[in-house]
């Protein structure tokens, strides 16, 4: 890694680290750290339900990524990360269904997290179901404001009974210095090499601002399910593995002047993402546009 002298100026006051239904749901959620038996994403998506079993649209229909959930939650506690549900969180945002009238039934289920250990201060899983029509997961991992590594987010869709997927994996990074997307972004390099269906050309369609985007994220379209299993389960578990070693193993933390640049940092991601997010116009059509709008903007990408 470079040392501190050799980063370029807006960088050297920072360090560089080494490397259910909706009926009857309580108003808010109280936290839970993970003790009793069971897998970690039963324990900590009561409110939801999570994990689902089957789609709401019928059991004839797969629900792609929910093994994902459970193995993205999964790792963190074999990484030693101990998680806990956020407390005082409006429980509609946890489950909704779609709204009467809808052209098909669909669902939206989520966790709010943080770590125990104060390294992230907010996580998000959100899961899409609207049967053969949409199966959608994106996760988002925020660290604490006084560590100035990126976010981890990750996405996940898939279209017409499973015949059009996409994936996109990324650290999100606070800043496009080389020095900075070296030492917080690489390990994504070695992935897309062991996995070269994610290394395929990123699309402007989504991912339209490379202020926010690193240029090592993983990101592939397929027009079959079949891979899912032997191949994209296993890069996004050892993005999200090598994201929580080389970030969080040996952090160096950052204090004052340092912490507001992360914490603005992290605001412009949620403000780019909150007015530009391509579900937006999803979460309308299935769930109404005055619950949709609260989503986005108080829980999804929480302004304030």
């Not at 069971?38 to 689902?52: E, H, I, N």
Request: proline share 6%; hydrophobic share 35%.
């Amino acid at each position: 890694l470079p040392r501190r002298s050799q980063l370029p100026k807006p960088l050297r006051r920072f360090h560089v680290g080494n490397r259910a239904s909706s009926h009857g749901c309580p108003r808010s959620v109280r936290w839970r750290a993970i003790k009793s038996p069971g897998t970690d994403a039963a324990r900590l998506g009561t409110v939801a339900g999570l994990p689902w079993r089957e789609s709401i649209a019928g059991k004839e229909h797969e629900l792609f990524y929910m093994p994902f959930v459970e193995k993205i939650i999964g790792r963190f506690r074999e990484e030693g990360i101990e998680l806990v549900e956020v407390d005082d969180v409006d429980a509609s945002f946890l489950y909704q269904e779609s709204k009467p009238g809808a052209k098909s039934p669909a669902r939206v289920g989520c966790m709010l997290l943080k770590s125990k250990g104060g390294e992230f201060r907010r996580i998000r899983v959100e899961y899409l179901d609207a049967g053969p029509k949409a199966q959608i997961l994106n996760c988002l991992f925020y660290p604490s404001f006084d560590r100035e590594i990126p976010l981890l987010g990750i996405d996940l869709l898939s279209f017409a009974e499973g015949t059009r997927l996409l994936v996109g994996v990324d650290y999100f990074p606070l800043s496009q210095d080389p020095a900075y997307l070296d030492a917080y972004t690489s390990g994504l390099r070695e992935i897309k090499k062991r996995y070269p269906e994610l290394n395929q050309n990123v699309s402007s369609k989504i991912y339209d601002s490379f202020e926010f985007f690193s240029p090592n994220m993983l990101f592939g379209r397929f027009s079959s399910a079949s891979e899912l299993e032997s191949r994209i389960l296993p890069a996004v578990d050892q993005a999200v593995s090598e994201y929580i070693r080389s970030n969080l193993r040996t952090p160096q933390n950052v204090t004052g002047e340092g912490e507001d640049w992360v914490r603005e940092r992290q605001s412009a991601y949620n403000r780019y993402n909150h007015d530009n997010d391509p579900a937006a116009g999803v979460f309308v059509a299935y769930f109404g546009k005055e619950w949709s709008e609260r989503f986005v903007k108080e829980f999804l990408f929480e302004l304030g």
